[in-house]
């Protein structure tokens, strides 16, 4: 009888101690319930950010298409306006945004800058001065090239760009002392719905036209010829900006189709395991609660 007691005793303690036989299944199953709530909150803000762009997408086109008759404009123009280089340094406006969640449009832009700069059978001046339209190329230029950012710009083009916009970003440049022998615009160019490839295009400065055989032929005073390589000059930005708007929205909606994809994928797996945890749990209570009655 005493022995009993004192096993009575000393096993009292265990039991009031000891945790539920399923208490770690049901901790990860509380963490998988909640990994499944946020999973499934990412996945309808993807789907919400992936509709706004296909909407904008069709309106980004149809400013892509007005917009590329100023930069037809401007190859037409100059296409009989070649002339001999007269300078190694070279003005790199480097065109892209300041919003992110669109794959690699803005990386695309920033490496071929970068493989300017490194070919090495180039004898572009390493010291080229660069402006960029963006803060996200604008914080990966500054990372490489930071002594050659001489000017940047953000807020443009935050909806659809417009010329006003283009006209600006040439002015400020024009009249901030930057020192260059030829321009080249580098943005994104529109090939389709799903893709988009880097692109690098020339603009002619007031001394490339003077000197370009085609016009040289024909008299004009110095203000003609410099206000309309100026207005070339935003020309191709306008074109440029408009064709590195509609990339942009193509590629976040790509990105956040990419993204919703993934996260019903996950939501998936991680349905799977809830559901395989809750089973085990389950099993487990039913074999402890068989061998407790068993055991009387």
């Given at each position: 009888?005493?022995?009993?007691?004192?096993?009575?005793?000393?096993?009292?303690?265990?039991?009031?101690?000891?945790?539920?036989?399923?208490?770690?299944?049901?901790?990860?199953?509380?963490?998988?319930?909640?990994?499944?709530?946020?999973?499934?909150?990412?996945?309808?803000?993807?789907?919400?950010?992936?509709?706004?762009?296909?909407?904008?997408?069709?309106?980004?086109?149809?400013?892509?298409?007005?917009?590329?008759?100023?930069?037809?404009?401007?190859?037409?123009?100059?296409?009989?306006?070649?002339?001999?280089?007269?300078?190694?340094?070279?003005?790199?406006?480097?065109?892209?945004?300041?919003?992110?969640?669109?794959?690699?449009?803005?990386?695309?832009?920033?490496?071929?800058?970068?493989?300017?700069?490194?070919?090495?059978?180039?004898?572009?001046?390493?010291?080229?001065?660069?402006?960029?339209?963006?803060?996200?190329?604008?914080?990966?230029?500054?990372?490489?090239?930071?002594?050659?950012?001489?000017?940047?710009?953000?807020?443009?083009?935050?909806?659809?760009?417009?010329?006003?916009?283009?006209?600006?970003?040439a002015d400020l440049i024009l009249k901030s002392g930057v020192e260059y022998d030829s321009i080249a615009i580098v943005y994104n160019k529109f090939v389709s719905a799903i893709s988009y490839e880097s692109a690098i295009v020339e603009v002619q400065t007031a001394n490339s036209l003077k000197e370009s055989p085609g016009f040289s032929a024909y008299e004009m005073e110095d203000d003609v010829t410099t206000d309309l390589a100026e207005f070339a000059f935003a020309n191709a930005i306008y074109?440029?900006?408009?064709?590195?708007?509609?990339?942009?929205?193509?590629?976040?909606?790509?990105?956040?189709?990419?993204?919703?994809?993934?996260?019903?994928?996950?939501?998936?797996?991680?349905?799977?395991?809830?559901?395989?945890?809750?089973?085990?749990?389950?099993?487990?209570?039913?074999?402890?609660?068989?061998?407790?009655?068993?055991?009387?």
């Amino acid at each position: 009888m005493l022995a009993r007691q004192a096993l009575c005793r000393v096993a009292k303690p265990s039991v009031a101690g000891s945790a539920p036989a399923g208490a770690r299944n049901m901790a990860t199953l509380r963490e998988i319930e909640m990994r499944l709530k946020s999973v499934r909150n990412i996945e309808k803000i993807t789907k919400s950010m992936k509709l706004i762009a296909s909407t904008k997408l069709a309106k980004a086109q149809r400013a892509l298409n007005s917009g590329k008759e100023y930069g037809l404009a401007n190859s037409e123009i100059f296409q009989h306006a070649s002339s001999e280089p007269t300078g190694k340094r070279k003005l790199f406006v480097v065109v892209s945004s300041d919003k992110g969640m669109c794959g690699g449009i803005h990386s695309s832009v920033s490496k071929a800058t970068r493989r300017e700069f490194a070919d090495k059978d180039s004898d572009l001046d390493k010291d080229s001065p660069i402006a960029v339209i963006g803060d996200k190329s604008k914080s990966q230029l500054s990372r490489v090239l930071p002594g050659n950012l001489v000017i940047s710009f953000n807020q443009i083009g935050r909806d659809i760009p417009t010329f006003a916009d283009a006209a600006g970003v040439a002015d400020l440049i024009l009249k901030s002392g930057v020192e260059y022998d030829s321009i080249a615009i580098v943005y994104n160019k529109f090939v389709s719905a799903i893709s988009y490839e880097s692109a690098i295009v020339e603009v002619q400065t007031a001394n490339s036209l003077k000197e370009s055989p085609g016009f040289s032929a024909y008299e004009m005073e110095d203000d003609v010829t410099t206000d309309l390589a100026e207005f070339a000059f935003a020309n191709a930005i306008y074109a440029a900006l408009v064709e590195g708007h509609a990339c942009e929205i193509s590629a976040r909606r790509n990105a956040m189709d990419n993204a919703s994809k993934n996260a019903g994928d996950m939501i998936g797996n991680l349905q799977l395991k809830y559901n395989r945890g809750r089973q085990a749990a389950i099993t487990n209570e039913l074999v402890d609660i068989i061998t407790g009655a068993s055991a009387l």
